[in-house]
């Protein structure tokens, strides 16, 4: 099995995941992850449909509890903890989901401003509509998207409002699902440029749940072949491309074949 | 060769067999879900007493469940009202007793249709509106996302929901006694032309205010219960928008359901 933890001994690690088991009744999804992720870093968890990502990112925001195993997060383990304490850990978390995930209810200004509404009572109405206004900026949108209702935006520009969400808080971390899924190449480039952006301008850790290996290798620092409930593969862009193992080979053929 | 294939094919089971199976799974569900719904009953309970109150989104739901369905409640109620008089003073007409009228419909509209009509009523608009829009945040991951941004979906959602019924449902009873009587009036005395002096007499003798707070205890358990299996089978939904259209489905038959069996229940243990 390949080392799933990064070379350089100098970066701090932000998530660590310990001999990560996970069953769903006889099927058992995580079979034995260990996984490192450096702080200020982008890590990709690249595999295919049914490998156990999304499960995978579940537990590192601590929505599942695993069978065994530990997951560390900024170096305190979620797994005994309680809901109270485990609620102030995922303020450490920004999420950002496939079809983002907004409230259809709320217009994109109470969308971005509900954490902070949420969390920050000292804020006053002023303040929160500053916070609110510069992320949107961050997120190249302009302040005429604040009064739309999520179902008038494009798919992109809806991720990105919902990219502004995860990131109002500040969080130390920033989980994006299957970003690109389901976008055309243009708004797929797009969205990977605003999680490079991100990436620069906040210096938080990214994970990425992604299939997509063009995208993944645009904007990850490393990449972890997910495959079976198992981390086959892990390192840079580039000691994945080189990768001799047949199932990693055979993923990125399809891609790399082509192109 | 043949024969060996026709052996080792998977044996048709028996018809009643086929049929004690199906009713045991149905069984198995319907036990499923009144625990699922009295757990989350419980849930909803223990969030609703801790902080932060968010007595907006509380208030928002009030506005929903209860003013909002006072235009079909109210009209309901005269109706029924109406219509129930008319029927009682034929039969009464028969033995020279129309003056029973007013207290008949007022006992039987305060004690069981008032607070069955109107959760209903509620059941029909509300809840399955509140069904329809929790499993689409459920299916579209809004409420993974509140989780996600560290608020408790349950205390957000549910709580000021499952209020709004506890509180709101005896009081569009309260308005549907009142419109049922005003329509029973009308019919009684304008149209039958029973004294009013004789219908209003009458129903204040025989209606007693433990009548409606028999008709109040009612409503709040109906209430209660409609909420919490329209939020249950909302906040559980699965498979896109078909399986949110089968939990708004699953959600207005058991709460019809649980409104009947309840009343029955509950009526027999305040007597």
């Known amino acids: ?259 | 060769m043949a024969t060996e294939n026709a052996d080792n094919a998977p044996k048709e089971p028996h018809a009643l067999l086929q049929a004690i199976e199906n009713f045991g799974k149905g069984a198995m569900r319907v036990v499923s879900d009144i625990g699922g719904v009295t757990y989350l009953g419980f849930q909803v309970g223990r969030w609703a007493l801790k902080r932060p109150y968010r007595l907006h989104n509380l208030f928002a739901q009030l506005d929903f469940v209860g003013v909002g369905s006072i235009f079909i409640v109210a009209l309901t109620g005269v109706f029924t009202g109406m219509v129930f008089a008319h029927q009682s003073s034929r039969a009464f007409e028969l033995f020279d007793a129309e003056s029973m009228v007013g207290p008949t419909v007022a006992l039987t509209l305060t004690r069981e249709l008032a607070p069955v009509f109107s959760a209903l009523m509620v059941t029909m608009r509300a809840g399955s509106a509140m069904c329809t829009e929790l499993g689409t945040m459920r299916v579209s991951e809004q409420v993974d996302a509140l989780e996600t941004m560290a608020v408790n979906p349950i205390q957000y959602l549910l709580v000021p929901r499952v209020i709004s019924g506890l509180i709101m449902v005896p009081v569009l009873t309260m308005l549907f006694n009142t419109t049922g009587m005003c329509g029973s009036y009308f019919v009684s005395v304008i149209a039958k032309g029973i004294s009013a002096g004789t219908f209003l007499n009458r129903t204040q003798q025989w209606l007693d205010p433990i009548d409606l707070y028999e008709g109040l205890i009612k409503g709040a358990i109906f209430g209660l219960s409609v909420t919490l299996v329209c939020c249950y089978k909302g906040f559980n939904a699965s498979g896109g928008s078909k399986g949110v259209g089968q939990a708004t489905t699953e959600a207005m038959v058991a709460s019809a359901l649980s409104i009947f069996i309840l009343d029955f229940f509950v009526g027999v243990m305040l007597h």
């Open chain 1, 1 to 259: 099995m390949a080392t799933a933890a990064p070379e350089s001994a100098a970066e701090r690690p932000m998530i660590q995941i310990v001999n990560l088991h996970k069953m769903f009744g006889e099927h058992k999804v995580l079979t034995g992850i260990n996984l490192t992720i450096p702080e200020g870093k982008t890590c990709v968890i690249l595999g295919g449909s049914g490998s156990g990502k999304t499960v995978l990112m579940k537990h590192m925001i601590g929505l599942l509890k695993p069978d065994e195993g530990q997951v560390i997060v900024d170096g305190e383990d979620l797994v005994p903890l309680g809901d109270a304490r485990l609620e102030q850990i995922r303020r450490k978390f920004g999420m950002v989901f496939q079809a983002a995930a907004l409230f259809d209810s709320m217009t994109v200004y109470e969308n971005v401003a509900f954490p902070l509404r949420e969390h920050r009572k000292e804020l006053s109405e002023e303040q929160i509509r500053a916070l609110v206004r510069s992320k949107l900026e961050l997120m190249s949108l302009p302040p005429s998207v604040e009064a739309k209702f999520p179902a008038d935006l494009s798919g992109g520009m809806r991720k990105r409002v919902g990219l502004a969400r995860a990131v109002v808080m500040e969080p130390k971390i920033v989980l994006y699902d299957e970003p690109t899924t389901g976008l055309d190449p243009i708004t797929t480039d797009s969205v990977d440029e605003m999680i490079l952006a991100a990436q620069a301008r906040l210096k938080v850790t990214s994970v990425v749940i992604s299939h997509d290996i063009a995208s993944a290798f645009n904007v990850g620092d490393y990449i972890a072949f997910l495959s079976k409930g198992l981390i086959i593969e892990f390192g840079p862009p580039e000691q994945l491309r080189s990768s001799e193992h047949p199932i990693v080979k055979n993923f990125l053929q399809t891609w790399f074949g082509k192109n």
